[in-house]
């Protein structure tokens, strides 16, 4: 995939649920902290999801974002497109109709992108460990 392309998105509503799962279960395996999703259908054409979560440490944000990656070209057959590995303080997967964005939590913190991508309605929820949406 050329650098510059984003990544496929699917038209089946069902596939999209599928990965946004996928990518919730991935992170909750990878014990990753605070998970939130913030759904963007008819928000934004970008995705239909946004899950942001954190990471201990630069070393835990790279790993769940290669495991990540790797998972959902396993499970979709398509790959991901990854975003600011080598430094791992904010690493972007676009994995088409769910983008992740993993963080270490002073980083979080600074870029507050919850707050950004509120649209004026309630605060994202949180995601339950173990119990992906």
Do not use: C
Not at 32 to 59: C, F
Not at 73 to 78: I, L, N, P, S, W
């Amino acid at each position: 995939m050329p650098a510059n392309e984003p990544a496929r998105r699917s038209s089946d509503p069902s596939d999209v649920e599928a990965l946004h799962r996928l990518v919730l279960q991935s992170l909750d395996d990878d014990q990753a902290v605070d998970t939130i999703s913030i759904p963007l259908a008819g928000k934004s054409s970008i995705a239909d999801y946004m899950v942001i979560a954190s990471g201990r440490s630069t070393r835990q944000v790279a790993s769940m974002a290669q495991k990540l990656a790797e998972r959902i070209k396993a499970e979709t057959g398509r790959p991901s497109r990854i975003e600011g590995l080598p430094s791992a303080d904010w690493v972007l997967i676009d994995g088409g109709d769910v983008i992740v964005h993993l963080f270490r939590p002073e980083v979080r913190t600074f870029y507050n992108l919850e707050r950004m991508w509120s649209f004026g309605d309630a605060p994202a929820a949180p995601v339950a460990p173990g119990t992906p949406n």
